[in-house]
Every structure is written in structure tokens, then in C-alpha cells.
Nanobody, 123 residues
């Protein structure tokens, strides 16, 4: 099991930037695929980005070129750098740790979740 605590959310104007952090403890972090998901009011949770233990990264099409996921295994922390934010990026952002099976973009294969951090982008 992995305990996850997100931080870094807030209110920003369109075109601005935020950097989310997710501090992990518990399971061997360095061998765990980590992901970011988001959920806007009235909408289903959706995949944002994932980073494998190898450092390979994957993104949802709607954030490619704007968001960047990274990890610091020494600090057991994963980051989501969000640039060129849009009002439609407004959501609660969740950090999650993936299990050993399944695809990286399906939240049902992630076994541990943080409490979420609110990101609000004003127009």
C-alpha cells in the first residue's frame, strides 16, 4: 500500500502555471508507475498523465505540450507541471499509484489514491 499526499493546487488565471506535487510513502516508490487523474464537477474522472518507473511518460491528448509529469525517486515524489492553463482544466487533481497489471490510463488499475487537490483556472 502507498500513502499519497498532493499539494500545489490553487487559483490561477488562464495562461498561467501551477506545479502539483505528490509525496508518497509505503510501497517501493521507485518501481511503481504513478499517474495523475482529474475530475471536474459533473464529469467522470479522466486520465491526465503517467510516469513509469523507467521514466517513460504518457499524456492525455488534451494536455500534450502543456503538462509535464516527472518524478524524484530519492524524495519519493511525483510532480505535474501545468503550463498554459485553460478554464477547462479546472478540476480536482488526484495522484495515484498503479498496481502491477492493466493499462496506465485506466484508473481502475490504480490501487492507491491521494485526497486530491483543487485546481481552478479563471478566464
Amino acid at each position: 500500500q502507498v500513502q499519497l499526499v498532493e499539494s500545489g493546487g490553487g487559483l490561477v488565471q488562464a495562461g498561467g502555471s501551477l506545479r502539483l506535487s505528490c509525496a508518497a510513502s509505503g510501497r517501493t516508490f521507485s518501481r511503481t508507475t504513478m499517474g495523475w487523474f482529474r475530475q471536474a464537477p459533473g464529469k467522470e474522472r479522466e486520465f491526465v498523465a503517467a510516469i513509469f518507473w523507467s521514466g517513460s511518460t504518457y499524456y492525455a491528448d488534451f494536455v500534450k505540450g502543456r503538462f509535464s509529469i516527472s518524478r524524484d525517486n530519492a524524495k519519493t515524489t511525483v510532480f505535474l507541471q501545468m503550463n498554459s492553463l485553460k478554464p477547462e482544466d479546472t478540476a480536482v487533481y488526484y495522484c495515484a499509484a498503479k498496481g502491477n497489471i492493466g493499462t496506465y490510463d485506466d484508473g481502475s488499475y490504480y490501487s492507491d489514491w491521494g485526497q486530491g487537490t483543487q485546481v481552478t483556472v479563471s478566464s
